[in-house]
């Protein structure tokens, strides 16, 4: 269809003698915004990445690959590797967004660290190589996006080893790498539980706070693990006590409703002794763990925490000026004790959907 | 049970305000009390001949816009009414309408005309109101020609009104026969003539068979030329326009007339008066753009695949054409540089003949050097300034090797002339043809570059100099300096304009402070020209962008300090701030690229996000749109400290989701959104029920601009991919939202515009999917997503099916698939297994030549591959 007279003459006269077109300028600022197109595009193209086998990827396969192999063979051999400074080397490799070269790190840390309670005696000088390596591991397990539990999954043999050695640096982060593989699907944590990894228990904090992660992470399968953890949360350290309350909150949210029985069984509902501490994270976790019990049985539990105090200190953190907390006490309260008739307001009622044309 | 309406009608178009706002309510009024019985009553008004013409007019303009509005969904709905309103009233309504078309009162049945026009437009195509083409072609035969001219007139705003598909082939023929026996020379009457060339202008739309068919398109295009040749300049005029439309209608069908056309136009080019002459240049320029779209898509290879042939009327005419355009040259009028309004004949074949040069290349250069040769020193400021719009017209279409030596010869003389030559027009004709040399011969790749280290200092000198002639001359230097800038993007480390980019930035801060920089759009180039300076300076100069930083923030600032102002110097100031807020943008774009200069850049970002609050908040109703693309840009370069800003900014964001009138805004906060999730990730939690509220509340909206409703799906993602499993709150809605859009959006079929639009909402609902699953992956809820795969895998299936979507849509559906695999792994396998996309679809992508598509084909194929394994 041809354009109407008038039109025709303004298109011509507005394209007469353009210099600079402002609207293109408008156009190309808005274009520039290339991350517009953002991590969607910017995730898929590092997943992509680990396929293409670009030039430079190659080399760092073969290189880890070489490495690997030297690692394999006798200590002396780790030893030659790790003192040529190969560990900076596996560390920043583990950046590197290839399949390949990451599951063969994954190996030749594995190897390393097999070796290195040997080495650790031999060479103390060079623990922190060590430490690096740990490090670089659970890193590598916690990355973003998350790397294929395929892969981090190898890890697991090294990180068996790893929690047996007496450096705390190493022990806490190899905890850390355990809590990050554990923090999945019931899958995950099932082969984490298989491979019998289990944190042990430790003096230092640091080391405690990611054990007892991790161990709230395996919680959703097995509750039974929260038992000695419930004895913790009345006398330890306050940042433990926050570990142990957020086991347990997860494990309210994931376990099944029997499981969920039982957590309760072994100690009345011993997060009401959190609600009154000054950390709003802590509250809330331990709100969020209250909520998911009164929903498997509500009278029961309702009742108990009745007879506790516990809805007494429910009820006095409506006065809490963290606004999560203030709604989430509202939510709860409104719901189980029904202080407000309104039924809850859906995000938005619409009449119709979509309407796209 | 009609309705007194005249003195209402009166009282409307009273000087008096109180007046006619009171009249305005009693009309608004009887409209909501009794709809029927106000618009029979309007009807009758108009066609009752013993009331007043105003009255007459205002009735029909009234019931006009009861059937019609500009706004898609008010027009929707006047439809509907009409649709639904009671049949004996539209009956007496309409009866009404066509008598008015006899009415001895011009204006009346002129108006009559438009509203049968609309009436039409609503009811032919639900089949309705039959009989209106058969009565009014009855008509045309029988009726004094005042009824003839007005029966005329309607048909031709009947073919604007409906599609040609609503009216069968029959009537068609019957309009086309009425409409050119009125137009022939054998009609004595110059109003029924005029009316039927005008009404042919409409009807051509409709005339597809009758020019496939040699005898009847043969007589269409004797009438038509031969109305170009008609005493009556308004005739000629609508003969001409007629002529335009078919050029660009039935650009394979004029090879039999284009000879004749030729001299016709040619001759009213050369003797006839303006309209008429600008309508024969018209011709060819659009003659012009037929060729150039169909060489396009000839792309290079000359298989032709084109539906319609190229026919080179051009390059055959060319000897003819050219002299004749470059004669139209030297018909400039004084002042039309500084006129915007002004369009004449040395402007239209100025046009016409860069047309002609991006048609046939390399050929026309021979013919235009003589003329160049010939004129450009010669006393005469026109016969420069023809000389030198000659020149700077064919600079786009001839290859460089072509064009590289002239330009080399003629570089220093075009700069001496911009600062030298007596004349302003050509001095501003010199500075244009300085900017397109720049703008495409820039990195030739032949051998003799026409900008050297030895000239480049003299081209600066002479544009920043020319940057202090009259307005419209230093805009055009501004230009000229924009794509020089450009020229040099990317260049690597260094860049020969980096020397002076001081200076440079100088002289246009200088230009944007000129009294008189509001006059030809001079404030809005120089900022544009300096956005371009910063976006394409290299490393070298980053301490100087720096440096403007303050420099620009302060400008901002002094705008922020209002007196009271104005309407019309509030507008200014609010074109102002979005000049510097776009600035700011470019300028945190640059920095941000790089983390030393994102580093010391970040001392200001507090500072710069308050004066972007305050130009919001001195807008009472409205966010400046350039304001939040500029934080878009600030909060990608701030990352998830922009938190500390959200509290403040939140309403603002808001109101910028809100904003459905000026949709371009609400689109920009849509992406700025985006910017905001991405950079903020997990931060933006506490901000997600207000916005996902409002984006779906925007989707369901029929008053939102569609081309906003893709952008929002896509903005799912982005918050999907931002807030990982909380996006859990949202899940539901999100997905019943995204399944209705893509239960919609598989199966639409439309004109290309339609596909188009299809395909971008496509793509927005896939990249939604993407961020979902994506935003999902590892997190113990996965399983949430499950239930929604079934529909997700068809969705691809369905639009893999219909075979129209494009390259963009491909690439990110394939990518779903991947996304979907490798999320939901083996709960997720044999879904995959049943899908044609993962077989058909997904074999297709991995033979694609796109790489983008062959590449997320391969992650595709490799997760799903694993999901299956498992």
């Known amino acids: 269809m041809s354009l109407r007279r008038s039109t025709r003459a303004e298109v011509r006269r507005n394209r007469y003698k353009v210099t600079v077109d402002a609207e293109e300028g408008r156009w190309r600022r808005e274009d520039n915004m290339k991350y517009r197109e953002g991590l969607l595009a910017q995730q898929q193209l590092q997943q992509q990445q680990l396929l293409s086998s670009t030039a430079d990827s190659e080399k760092n396969f073969e290189a880890a690959w070489v490495l690997t192999n030297i690692a394999a063979g006798t200590s002396d051999n780790t030893k030659v590797v790790i003192n040529h400074g190969a560990v900076p080397v596996f560390v920043k490799l583990l950046a590197s967004l290839t399949n390949n070269v990451r599951e063969q790190l994954v190996w030749a840390l594995g190897n390393v660290s097999g070796d290195s309670p040997k080495y650790c005696d031999l060479a103390r000088g060079h623990a922190s190589m060590l430490r690096n390596a740990t490090w670089s591991l659970s890193n590598f397990c916690r990355g973003k996006p998350r790397a294929s539990f395929e892969l981090t999954k190898l890890a697991l043999p090294t990180l068996e080893r790893l929690i047996h050695l007496n450096d705390e640096e190493v022990l806490t982060d190899a905890c850390w790498a355990l809590s990050y593989l554990s923090d999945g699907t019931n899958e995950k944590i099932q082969v984490v539980i298989e491979a019998g990894v289990c944190p042990r228990s430790h003096p230092s904090p640091t080391v405690l706070i990611p054990a007892l992660r991790t161990v709230g992470n395996i919680a959703v399968i097995d509750t039974g693990i929260i038992a000695p953890l419930v004895n913790p949360l009345q006398h330890s350290e306050f940042e433990i006590k926050k570990e142990v309350a957020w086991a347990i909150s997860n494990a309210t949210s994931v376990g099944s409703h029997e499981q969920v029985k039982f957590l309760v069984s072994e100690d009345g509902i011993p997060l009401c002794d959190l609600l009154t501490c000054l950390d709003p994270r802590i509250i809330t976790v331990c709100l969020e763990g209250l909520e998911n019990i009164l929903k498997v049985e509500f009278n029961v539990y309702a009742d108990l925490l009745n007879n506790t105090w516990g809805l007494e200190k429910i009820e006095n953190l409506q006065s809490h000026d963290n606004n999560e907390i203030y709604e989430t006490t509202v939510k709860i309260l409104e719901t189980y004790w029904g202080e407000d008739e309104d039924e809850p307001q859906p995000l938005v009622i619409l009449h119709n959907l979509v309407s796209i044309l | ?870």
């Open chain 2, 1 to 870: 049970m009609a309705m007194e309406v005249t003195q209402v009608l009166l009282n409307a178009q009273s000087i008096d305000g109180a007046v006619r706002k009171n009249a305005e309510d009693s009309l608004k009024q009887f409209q909501e009390q009794n709809l029927p019985v106000f618009l029979v009553s309007l009807s009758g008004e108009l066609a009752n001949e013993e009331k007043p013409v105003e009255t007459r007019k205002l009735a029909g303009l009234v019931l006009k816009n009861a059937l019609d509005a500009k706004e898609q969904h008010r027009k929707f709905e006047l439809v509907q009414r009409w649709l639904s309103l009671d049949g004996n009233a539209k009956s007496q309504i309409k009866a009404c309408l066509l008598k008015t078309l006899t009415s001895p009162v011009s204006d009346a049945r002129s108006t009559a005309s438009q509203v049968i026009a609309k009436v039409a437009g609503i009811e032919l195509p639900h089949k309705q109101w039959p009989e209106l083409i058969g009565s009014l072609l009855s008509n045309v035969h029988q009726l004094p020609a005042q009824a003839k001219q007005a029966t005329l007139e309607t048909l031709g705003y009947l073919c604007e009104e409906v599609s040609p598909d609503v009216i069968d082939q029959d009537q068609v023929n019957k309009i086309l026969t009425a409409v050119v026996q009125g137009m022939s020379s054998s009609e004595g009457n110059t109003d029924v003539r005029l009316a039927a060339t005008r009404a042919l202008y409409n009807a051509l739309g409709f005339a597809q068979a009758n020019f496939s068919n040699d005898m009847e398109r043969d007589y269409i295009m004797r009438v038509v030329c031969e109305a170009t040749l008609s005493p009556e300049v308004r005739i000629r005029q609508a003969a001409f326009e007629c002529l335009v439309s078919i050029s660009s209608t039935y650009y394979e069908k004029l090879a039999p007339y284009i000879q004749d056309i030729f001299n016709i136009t040619a001759k009213a080019v050369r003797e006839d008066e303006e309209p008429v002459a600008l309508q024969a240049i018209e011709f060819w320029s659009s003659i012009c753009d037929e060729e150039i779209d169909i060489l396009e898509e000839y792309g290079g290879n000359f298989t032709g695949d084109s539906d319609i042939p190229c026919f080179y009327f051009i390059k055959q005419a060319l000897p003819a054409l050219v002299p004749m355009l470059l004669e139209t040259l030297l018909k400039q009028e004084e002042d039309q540089d500084q006129d915007e309004g002004a369009w004449n004949i040395a402007m239209a074949g100025g046009t016409c003949l860069g047309l002609v040069a991006r048609t046939v290349g390399d050929d026309i250069v021979p013919l235009v050097v003589p003329f160049i040769e010939e004129n450009i020193s010669k006393q005469d400021w026109r016969q420069r300034e023809a000389a030198t719009y000659a020149f700077g017209s064919i600079l786009e279409g001839p290859s460089p090797e072509k064009l590289i030596p002239l330009v080399n010869v003629a570089l220093t003389f075009m700069l001496s002339a911009l600062t030298k030559d007596p004349n302003s027009h050509v001095k501003d004709t010199t500075a244009w043809t300085l900017g397109r040399i720049f703008e495409f011969l820039r990195g030739s790749v032949v051998d003799s570059p026409i900008i050297s280290q030895a000239n480049c200092q003299q081209i600066i000198t002479v544009l920043l100099q020319s940057m202090k002639d009259t307005p419209n001359v230093a805009e055009k230097a501004c230009g000229a300096l924009y794509f020089l800038a450009q020229g040099y993007e990317e260049m690597g480390p260094s860049s020969p304009l980096t020397p002076f980019f001081q200076e440079i930035v100088q002289s246009l801060l200088t230009v944007t402070h000129r009294e008189d920089a509001g006059e030809s759009r001079l404030r809005t180039a120089a900022y544009e020209t300096l956005n371009e300076v910063v976006r394409c300076s290299t490393d070298e100069t980053a301490p100087l962008v720096l440096q403007l930083v303050p420099v620009i923030m302060m400008e901002l600032h002094n705008t922020l300090e209002g007196q009271k102002l104005s309407s019309d110097e509030r507008e200014k100031q609010s074109e102002l701030q979005g000049l510097l807020c776009g600035c700011l943008q470019v300028i945190i774009q640059k920095l941000g690229a790089s983390e030393p200069t994102k580093y010391v850049f970040m001392q200001y970002a507090d500072q710069i996000m308050g004066l972007f609050l305050r130009v919001f908040a001195c807008r009472s109703a409205t966010v400046h749109e350039e304001a939040m693309l500029a934080i878009g840009a600030l909060a990608y370069a701030t990352g998830a400290d922009f938190a500390k800003y959200m509290p403040e900014f939140y309403r603002y964001l808001e109101m910028g989701l809100q904003n459905f009138e000026e949709y371009q805004v609400c689109a920009v906060t849509v992406g700025v959104v985006g910017d905001i999730s991405r950079a903020l990730e997990e931060k933006i939690v506490p901000y997600c029920d207000g916005i996902m509220t409002q984006l779906l509340k925007n989707l369901s909206s029929n008053q939102l601009h569609r081309s906003v409703k893709p952008p929002i799906f896509s903005c799912f993602g982005d918050i999907a991919l931002a807030v990982g499993e909380y996006f859990e709150k949202y899940l539901m809605w999100a997905m019943s939202a995204l399944q209705s859009a893509a239960e919609l959006s598989t199966h639409i079929a439309g004109d290309d515009e339609l596909v188009e639009y299809t395909n971008s909402l496509r793509n927005g609902i896939l990249e939604a999917y993407s961020g979902i699953f994506q935003g999902f992956k590892n997190s113990p809820k996965t399983q949430l997503l499950i239930p929604y795969a079934p529909h997700i895998l068809q969705f691809l299936d369905g639009i893999y099916m219909e075979k129209d979507m494009d390259d963009v849509v491909m690439k990110t559906a394939i990518g779903v698939l991947g996304d979907l695999a490798d999320t939901l792994g083996s709960h997720a396998g044999s879904m995959i297994q049943q899908s044609v996309s993962s077989k058909d679809f997904l074999n297709e992508c991995l033979s694609s030549e796109d790489l983008m598509i062959k590449e997320s084909a391969e992650w595709a194929k490799l997760a799903i591959s694993r999901a299956i394994s498992v």
